[in-house]
């Protein structure tokens, strides 16, 4: 047995062979029904098409003998696609190339050959239509130009079946390019949208909501939701979510983030990408089966918001009624929608800061005119005192009683101490505004500061105004940790304001209270004017002075925002509870002391 040589062209002829994608395809009615002619024609038992592979002969249809492929070696087509011409055979039993071949020797006895070569274009034969009979014969020259005729009726089924794959896809192709086209102008517009709607200052779910809609508009029958990480970063809250059931939005509402919690709180726990194809079946939504399932919902892909310096601000999700993956185009979306959200929630954080810091200057400015008018008042008080008593003096030269004189002398030196005590307030708020404030944090027993406070502040006014303190703490070994001059300042300035700010013939008195295992809690309580609830938000910031400005109590309205400082530079903590015309109870709670270890703060 003789194999054929292969053609020259063997290798254009198999890429023409393979641009055909017809190897390995179902049988057609157009290819067997040339088969049926081509036998009928020619009178013979049996009719092939045979396309010629690298190593086999693929029978796109047979007629008479049940085939589909067969090795390259043992066929008698291999030679047909030698030359353009028919290749006839008449007797292969007798023919020294096939005498001992198997498919002579064996099924299906093939004695006579005629192939007409399938030539797709000059030179490139990619297989042959044959006939086969199991007698030696011959056909006639009519017979030939028929076998002839079919064959390139063949070929010209293979190009028209080529030019319409061709078509599918360049079809396929334009649709796709299409669909791109029509998606990146839809987000285009949703991009537009956004802008505009930020920039008409809509609130923050207003614009959430139409980036939502824009994307089930493209996406059709998959309702999506934003939801918005919490400022503790731990819990996920509704940003936008239309199209989902209430009852669903309500349950997800404030979830928490976790490691399984269904698609969105998990991206929002890993910060990736979360794809659920089917919600029944993934262990991320096992807490949440029962609520998709009443809600209808199968699959959910969830994409996590990061704003542009990265921070994880939310997700964003697409939801499917059946279970489904995302393709590159399902995935772009999510991605787009992610962005935009992200621009969205950003700026209007942003606005949300620019306005506070504005309110802050705002007020702030406004605190310090005040400030500036409450200081001169303060200031030309006791100014006024110093001139007027020193000019009386001048006046009367050596007409007054030594007594007199040592009166106005009196009032000279008083008044000097209190703008002394005014400007070292304010020194002492412009330091620690600047940052320069030196604390030795050291182990301070509480009893003796409080005695020392209470003298200063019983010789003073708390004499005048008849004002009894009393302090209630029994235990002499409780202390605390903190700076011993600092510590000293604020519970005078406390102690003074619980005087200053009380009825004549009221009372002030101080106890402890131990908070949890580490804190000291020192109270001041006075039976005094009290404070207004709504007025206790303002009455640490600088420059507060409630409705004491408008009477006689002198002040600047900055000895608590100094105090409040100091607590907390010492971490502490102040606060108050108070009732108007009934007192006022003021409390610092500082580390309580267990050693004597000293520590310092720079
Ligand atoms: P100043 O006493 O110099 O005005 P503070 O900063 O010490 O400044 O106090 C701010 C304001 O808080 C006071 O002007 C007063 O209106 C109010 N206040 C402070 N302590 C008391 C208190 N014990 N009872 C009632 N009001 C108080």
């Known amino acids: 047995m003789l194999s054929a040589p292969l053609p020259d062209n063997e290798e254009e002829r198999l890429e023409a062979l393979y641009g055909l994608n017809i190897l390995d395809t179902i049988e057609e009615q157009a290819y067997d ?29 047979h007629h008479g003998f049940d085939i589909t492929v067969m090795s390259r070696e043992l066929g ?72 002839e005729a079919l064959a390139r009726q063949v070929v010209s089924q293979l190009e028209q079946r080529q030019a319409v794959h061709d078509l599918n896809i360049s079809n396929k192709h334009r ?18 949208r956004t802008l505009e709607k930020l920039a008409k200052g809509c609130l923050l779910s207003e614009v959430l909501e139409s980036i939502v809609y ?15 990480l919490d400022d503790e970063k731990k819990h996920l809250l509704l940003g936008a979510a239309p199209n989902l059931p209430t009852f669903y939005n309500d349950a997800i ?31 991320y939504w096992e807490p949440f089966k029962a609520l998709a399932s009443k809600a209808g919902l199968a699959a959910c892909w969830s994409e996590p918001i990061h704003s542009s310096e990265g921070e994880l601000l939310g997700t964003f999700a697409i939801y499917h009624t059946t279970p489904q993956a995302p393709d590159d185009a399902g995935i772009s979306v999510i991605e787009h929608a992610s962005k935009l959200a992200a621009i969205a929630i950003q700026r209007k954080r942003e606005e949300q800061v620019l306005r506070t810091a504005k309110h802050l200057a705002e007020n702030a400015s406004k605190a310090k ?45 008083s008044a000097g101490y209190h703008l002394l005590d005014l400007i070292n307030e304010v020194l002492d708020l412009s330091r620690i505004e600047a940052g ?16 020392e406070c209470l003298a ?30 600092r510590i000293r300042q604020v519970l005078t300035n406390l102690l003074s304001n619980a005087v200053k700010y009380n009825n004549k013939g009221g009372s002030v008195a101080i106890k402890t209270e131990l908070v949890g295992e580490d804190r000291l809690r020192i109270v001041i309580t006075d039976t005094g004017i009290g404070i207004a609830t709504a007025d206790i938000d303002r009455l640490f910031d600088p420059f507060e002075r409630l409705s004491s400005s408008y009477g006689n109590i002198q002040g600047t309205g900055i000895g608590l925002t100094v105090t409040k400082t100091l607590v907390e530079a010492m971490s502490g903590n102040i606060g108050v509870n108070s009732i108007v015309d009934q007192g006022s109870s003021f409390w610092v709670e500082l580390p309580s002391a267990k050693t004597e270890n000293q520590v310092v703060v720079g």
């Open 369 to 413: 005119s005040q400030f500036l008018s409450s200081m001169s008042h303060e200031l030309r008080t006791p100014l006024n005192a110093i001139i007027g008593f020193g000019q009386l003096l001048k006046i009367k030269g050596s007409n007054i009683s030594s007594e007199e004189a040592q009166g106005y002398i009196k009032e000279i030196m």
């Open 76 to 147: 008698l087509c291999p030679y047909a696609i030698l030359d353009d011409e028919l290749t006839i055979i008449e007797d292969a039993s007798k023919d020294e190339r096939f005498h001992d071949n198997p498919l002579v020797t064996g099924e299906p006895h093939i004695k006579f050959y005629a192939g007409a070569p399938l030539i797709f274009s000059a030179g490139v034969r990619i297989g042959a239509l044959c006939i086969i009979d199991t007698v030696a014969r011959t056909i006639s020259p009519d017979q030939q130009k028929a076998l």
């Open 175 to 192: 649709s796709d390019v299409l669909t791109k086209l029509k998606n990146s102008e839809a987000r285009e517009r949703a991009r537009s």
């Open 33 to 61: 029904d040339l088969t049926f002619l081509s036998a009928q024609i020619c009178g013979a038992p049996i009719a092939l098409i045979s396309l010629i592979d690298r190593n086999r002969q693929c029978i796109k249809s």
């Open 253 to 283: 509402h404030n979830m928490e983030t976790g490691p399984m919690s269904g698609s969105c709180g998990t991206a929002a726990h890993t910060g990736q990408r979360v794809i659920v194809e089917d919600i029944q079946n993934d262990p």
């Open 436 to 451: 320069h404030l030196n604390l030795q944090i050291e182990s301070i027993p509480l009893n003796p500061v409080l005695t």
């Open 456 to 485: 200063q502040i019983n010789a003073g006014l708390a004499d005048q105004l008849d004002i009894t303190l009393a302090n209630h703490i029994d235990d002499p070994n409780l202390a605390i940790m903190a700076d011993s001059q």
């Open 214 to 228: 824009s994307v089930e508009d493209e996406l059709e029958e998959s309702p999506c939701s934003i939801l918005l």
